[in-house]
Structure formats: C-alpha cells, structure tokens
C-alpha cells in the first residue's frame, strides 16, 4: 500500500472515530463558550481536537498540526507534511442537533492537500479524495455538475450578497441555499449537488482545505474569487476568498467577481 492509501485510511478512521465521539458528547450535554470573535466552542470541540491529535499525531509524529481547537505553532511551518483539521465544522448546527455539520481532515505536503477525508456523522456521508486518485462517497465515485450556464444554477451562497447592488454584471436568477458547514459545502458541489459555493471573505484553512482536494478531484475548480489558487501551510492559515464551482461555471462566476477587492 503506498503511503497516500495509509494516510487516507488513518484520516478516514480517525473521522469517524471523531464523528462519533462529537454525537455521544452533544448527547451527553455541552459545556458552550464563546471565542474572542464571538462564534460559540464547544466541550465536544475540544473532547474531538484531543481524540485527533492523539490519533494523528500518535500515528505520525513527524508530521505538522494545524487545528482550529489548538493554538497555532510555527513549528508547522518546517514540515514538509501536517494534518490540517476542523474538529466539528458547522458548531452551530451541531449544536443545534442539525445535520449540517462534519469533520474535515486534510494531508498537506509541500502546500497542496493530497489527502481529504470530511465526514458527516448525521446524514451517513463520508467524502474522500487523494490527489490524482479521484473523489468518493461512500465508496462510490462523484464528479461535479456538468452545468454550463448560471441561469437557475443550484449555489450555496448568501442570497442576500449575490444579489446586492456592488456587483458590476448582475448575476442571473439562481437557486439559493445554505449549508453551515462550509468544508460540507464544497463537498456538496463534488458530488454535483449544488453547481457552486461562493464566500467572499477570507476562509480558515481547517475550513476549506480537506474540501478544495475533494472538489478538485471531482473535477470542480476552486480558487479564490480573483482566480488565484489557494496555498496551504503559510504563516496566515487563510485563503483570501472562495469559489468552488463545476469547471464550466468558473470563469462565469470570475467574470463577475472579479472586480470586487480582495478583503484586507
């Protein structure tokens, strides 16, 4: 077996492990507080990050650790290879005991994903990609929508921001829906659920990066919203922007994202 398959199995089970473990802690009550930015953490949030750098790191101790749960560490920045995790992606549905809500676990090497896993314990979903190895759920191979026009194409985005009044080229009529988690969003639009999610604001690495592997090996294009591709493992663990869209809707969305500034 080569060592992408090893590191694949290893964040599969891991995800799962990590899945159920957040199900039995809401079940058994949730301790809540909220972070300087104001956005709620959990006791499962830290029960999950602990049971994973245990199991990651444990595992491959000569690996880099990147984790929304865990103070971050230049250390990293010397690895050639780090798992880059959200222990529960979507906290607000999960606390609120609705299914939108996952873990995602990315091998980084050299700045580029190449090995995903992003769970859903709730609805029974679990995505994985390795890079050049194609996108799954379940098991079963997934590609993204053949869609070729935005015209009543399925996006996840915040319908009040695609159709406010700072766009240069009005977007067409489009079918609008949310999904907290934003690593489940960009699974959706591997697996030609939805044809795009957009996000204009800068996106954390746990977030995105498990997503962006799977995306691509589904054949979806992902960029920030000036077309520029994402790098993971800098000293700033952000992407500026998302887009996340079938291949052929792309340079449509650029077309009209493209003149609105990058956020500081």
């Given at each position: ?28 009550g ?7 930015g ?7 949030d830290?029960?999950v990050?602990?049971l994973?750098?245990d ?16 103070p971050?560490?230049?250390?990293r ?39 995903a ?31 070729d026009?935005?015209d ?9 921001l ?8 009005p977007?067409?009529?489009?079918r609008y ?6 690593a489940?969003?960009?699974?959706l639009v ?7 999610t ?21 054949g979806?294009r992902?960029s920030d ?7 993971f ?10 887009v996340?869209?079938?291949p052929?809707?792309?340079?449509l ?11 500081s």
């Amino acid at each position: 077996m080569n060592a992408l398959a090893d590191d694949l199995d290893l964040i599969r089970e891991a995800a799962i492990a990590a899945g159920a473990l957040a199900v039995a802690e809401r079940e058994a009550g949730l301790k809540i507080w909220s972070k300087s930015g104001g956005s709620p953490v959990t006791s499962a949030d830290l029960a999950v990050d602990a049971l994973l750098k245990d199991r990651l790191l444990g595992a491959r101790p000569d690996y880099g650790w990147l984790s929304e749960e865990t103070p971050d560490s230049a250390d990293r920045l010397s690895k050639s290879r780090l798992f880059v995790v959200d222990p529960i992606d979507g906290t607000v549905a999960y606390m609120k005991a609705k299914p939108w809500w996952c873990v995602p676990i990315a091998v980084v090497e050299n700045g580029r994903p190449v090995a995903a896993v992003i769970h859903a314990p709730m609805l029974n979903e679990t995505f994985e990609a390795t890079l050049g190895g194609g996108a799954r759920l379940n098991g079963r191979t997934i590609t993204a929508s053949d869609a070729d026009t935005l015209d009543d194409a399925a996006v996840l985005a915040d319908a009040r921001l695609m159709e406010g009044p700072q766009w240069p080229e009005p977007w067409p009529e489009m079918r609008y829906e949310k999904r907290n988690a934003l690593a489940y969003r960009m699974a959706l639009v591997a697996a030609g659920a939805f044809d795009a999610t957009i996000a204009l604001t800068p996106k954390w690495d746990w977030d995105v990066c498990a997503g962006a592997l799977i995306a691509e090996e589904a054949g979806a294009r992902v960029s920030d919203h000036h077309g520029r591709a994402w790098v993971f493992n800098r000293p700033d663990p952000r992407q500026a922007s998302l887009v996340c869209s079938a291949p052929a809707l792309h340079p449509l969305i650029l077309r009209r994202t493209g003149p609105i500034p990058l956020a500081s």
